[in-house]
């Protein structure tokens, strides 16, 4: 994931997943810069991953714009198409190489399908100020056509694709020559895989380039060329590079003594990625080289603020030498910086010919940049974490760490955080009321130029209810199906585990789902079913006191005495007794079916009543309840 995004973007799906990706004139934590390209692949839960960076062209970039300058489109500087016809976005961008908008030229970096690129280096310029805005497939080739609407007027020019560029362009860098020696440039559309032949022929036969060989993974390499004697100096001549079955051809002529120099640098941007406010700085070096003919001299080298050099130059430089400048970038703050070192020599004045870029960030990192909370009122989430990191080079002291908004609450390890260190500051949310909850956690530390640092934190405090439904009556051995829905409220979301309880003996419980997943300010269905069982397999037993009618009990102890006496008093044979016993054990059977007596044993059902059952939902350490009714007649 990135937390930052600069410098313009624009999506397409460049490695055909179905999922839109994004290219961003950034680095790879989304600060701007000019000239390199961050690629941030979308995944599947609608996050980006950073996947590569590329910064092939060492030059400012100039963006499609309405009227010209005025009315930029988009501030990315590129168009997205099929340039080359294999299905892959690619992206076409505009690099100048003078100034802003007086002489762009157009570059590609192809896509290769996987979200990846292969950045292209022949060039193509367009020496014209204004810039095409649009990428359509216009003629029906599969190759996608840039268009530019006409300035000022409602008309529109297109400048048609073909097939891929040239594998190889030709560049004198000393034109015009004002000596007997040159130096020229050849350039390969791509990196080299394997060691590149070069050979060269001229239109002259007193002028002469030596062979030479672009090495393994480089683009490009310079050569020299000279005149020698029978050189015609009125007339323009011509060099000839080939690679392998490709040519490109560049024009000379001779202006004349006395001889001048050429200053050229590399590279011709430098750009530093984070770097440390207050800290040491970063140092990166420009190699000056004179490719001209006379003596070049360096009076100045002027920058801007935040940047600073030494140099080993000297007071000038001979044809064919170099000398060493270190741009040293030192920021103040945090955030983006862009400005150019302007060279004053002996031909060319003050000249800005170098191009700086550089990105600041504070000493002290606190990621993430903010946290959310959802959580049920009366409950506490689980703590989410904030880390603070020294990226300095002195320790930081935290003097302060305070949460404010209702029931945002934190505990931290953080004191003194040692360069290269860190400490954690772990955050929770215990809401008291249904509502959002917009806080912060401010940070106070010893940072120079920093403020006490603010990081936002917000919170949904939601709750949620099981429903209600109707009594329900039954017979014993019936059962009945409740139909309720849990509620979220408040943009409460979760999980909530449902239980029952307050079932007695013969009858049981069942919810079917036992867990819902709740949206935010939504509705879940569950059924509760109740069932009861029969009590016409039970055995009869002496009713107790119980169970026993009002009314009945004299009854029953006076039938009881009577049988004692009967049995005890009266003389009669054992026949006559057996058959008085029999008929009082009758009496008693009848007497206590009609009293209403009776139990079961293990397997006894319900008796009629009405019961109550509580249904229980739980989102962590918060339950609520509702209640069901049910009949048994």
Not at 333 to 345: C, I, K, L, N, R
Not at 351 to 377: D, M, T, W
Not at 441 to 456: D, E, G, H, K, R
Not at 488 to 509: E, H, K, M, P, R
Request: aromatic residues 8%; glycine residues 12%; hydrophobic residues 40%.
């Amino acid at each position: 994931m990135f937390s930052n995004l600069g410098g313009g973007l624009v999506m397409a799906d460049f490695n055909h997943d179905g999922f839109p990706d994004i290219i961003t004139a950034s680095d790879a934590s989304g600060f701007a810069t000019d000239g390199m390209f961050s690629v941030f692949l979308g995944q599947p839960d609608g996050s980006f991953q950073y996947a590569a960076s590329y910064d092939p062209y060492p030059y400012f970039l100039d963006g499609p714009g309405i009227e010209g300058i005025a009315t930029p489109l988009s501030p990315f500087p590129g168009i997205v198409g099929d340039f080359n016809g294999d299905g892959n976005p690619d992206v076409v961008v505009f690099p100048y190489l003078i100034a802003p908008y007086l002489d762009p030229a157009l570059q590609i970096l192809y896509g290769n399908g996987d979200g990846t690129f292969t950045p292209t280096y022949v060039n193509y310029p367009l020496y014209k100020p204004y810039l095409p805005e649009f990428a359509a497939a216009l003629s029906g080739d599969g190759l996608s056509d840039l268009v530019e609407l006409d300035n000022y007027s409602p008309s529109f020019n297109v400048i048609n694709s073909t097939t891929a560029g040239p594998a190889v362009q030709l560049d004198l860098l000393t034109a015009p020559l004002t000596s007997t020696t040159g130096t020229g440039r050849v350039i390969l559309n791509a990196p080299a895989a394997t060691p590149t032949s070069v050979s060269f022929a001229t239109s002259d036969p007193s002028v002469t380039a030596a062979n030479v060989t672009i090495p393994a993974g480089a683009v490009s390499q310079d050569f020299t060329f000279s005149t020698g004697s029978g050189f015609n100096q009125l007339k323009v001549f011509s060099i000839e590079a080939q690679v392998g079955r490709a040519t490109a051809t560049a024009y000379d002529y001779f202006l004349g003594p006395p001889p001048l120099p050429v200053i050229e640098f590399t590279p011709s941007k430098l750009f530093f990625p984070e770097v440390v406010a207050d800290g040491p700085g970063s140092t990166l070096p420009v190699a000056v080289k004179n490719v001209g003919a006379g003596m070049l001299t360096i009076s100045l080298i002027q920058l801007g603020t935040y940047f600073s050099q030494t140099n080993n130059c000297g007071n000038g430089l001979s044809p064919g030498a170099s000398c060493t400048i270190q741009v040293t970038f030192s920021p103040y703050g945090d955030g983006d910086v862009t400005w150019s070192m302007g060279v004053a020599d002996n031909v060319t004045g003050v000249y800005g010919s170098i191009a700086l870029e550089g990105v600041g960030i504070l000493p002290l990192q606190i990621s993430p940049c903010c946290l959310g909370f959802s959580e049920v009122v009366g409950g506490t989430s689980s703590p989410q974490a904030i880390t603070l990191s020294n990226v300095g080079t002195i320790p930081i002291q935290v003097s302060g760490v305070v949460p404010s908004g209702s029931g945002i609450a934190q505990t931290n390890n953080c004191n003194t955080i040692a360069a290269g260190g860190s400490c954690q500051v772990n955050v929770t949310f215990s809401p008291t009321s249904e509502g959002q909850v917009i806080g912060t956690l401010t940070l106070s530390t010893n940072v120079p130029n920093l403020a006490p640092f603010f990081v936002p934190i917000s919170g949904n405090a939601g709750d949620f209810s099981l429903g209600t439904a109707a009594p329900m009556t039954v017979s014993p051995g019936g059962s009945a199906t409740y139909q309720l829905s849990a509620t979220s409220s408040g943009s409460f979301s979760g999980n909530v585990t449902l239980g029952c309880s307050g079932a007695t003996s013969g009858v049981t419980c069942t919810i079917n789902p036992s867990l819902v997943d709740l949206l935010a300010d939504g509705t879940s269905p569950y059924t509760v079913t109740v069932k009861t069982s029969t009590n016409a397999n039970a055995s009869h037993v002496w009713p107790s006191a119980a169970n026993v009618q009002p009314g009945k009990a004299p009854l029953i102890a006076f039938i009881g005495l009577l049988s004692v006496v009967l049995f005890v008093g009266i003389k009669a044979d054992d026949l006559g007794r057996r058959n008085v016993i029999r008929a009082t054990g009758l009496c008693l059977g009848l007497l206590l079916v009609s009293c209403g007596g009776g139990g079961s044993g293990g397997s006894s059902g319900p008796q009629p009543a009405t019961y109550t059952l509580t249904i229980t939902g739980t989102a962590g350490p918060v339950s609520h309840t509702t209640s069901i009714t049910l009949n048994v007649q």
